[in-house]
């Protein structure tokens, strides 16, 4: 599998993620996810697209994200990763959008 490079926008955050199949390490700008985001909601939002989509411990993540505050930048991965779950098979997208507000008319083709 080649690494999958998606962009994720909340507020004024903006996030951008390099996936790769792996076994669940995240680096976001450098540092293990826990350290950037040391409250456990903050790791949860990072984390759900993975739950939902029941791919746990199968990818790895790198992310460089700027902008916001810290709540928007855990969101804008969030939304990140889960296109990045569409652009891998889009029978992910309805676990999606219930949870991460993807665009109706977003398809892997428009992302």
């Given at each position: 599998?080649?690494?999958?490079?998606?962009?994720?926008?909340?507020k004024k955050s903006v996030a951008?993620?390099?996936?790769?199949?792996?076994?669940?390490?995240?680096?976001?700008?450098?540092?293990?996810?826990?350290?950037?985001?040391?409250?456990?909601?903050?790791?949860?939002?990072?984390?759900?697209?993975?739950?939902?989509?029941?791919?746990?411990?199968?990818f790895d993540l790198k992310v460089?994200?700027?902008?916001?505050?810290?709540?928007?930048?855990?969101?804008?991965?969030?939304?990140?990763?889960?296109?990045?779950?569409?652009?891998?098979?889009?029978?992910?997208?309805?676990?999606?959008?219930?949870?991460?507000?993807?665009?109706?008319?977003?398809?892997?083709?428009?992302?």
């Open positions: 599998m080649e690494v999958i490079n998606t962009l994720g926008r909340r951008r993620i390099y996936m790769t199949k792996g076994k669940g390490k995240y680096t976001i700008n450098g540092k293990d996810y826990k350290e950037y985001f040391p409250t456990v909601a903050l790791q949860y939002r990072i984390n759900q697209p993975f739950t939902l989509t029941d791919n746990v411990d199968q460089n994200v700027s902008g916001g505050g810290i709540t928007g930048q855990a969101e804008a991965i969030r939304l990140a990763v889960s296109r990045a779950f569409v652009q891998i098979d889009a029978d992910h997208k309805p676990a999606s959008v219930s949870y991460t507000h993807l665009r109706a008319h977003e398809t892997p083709e428009h992302l």
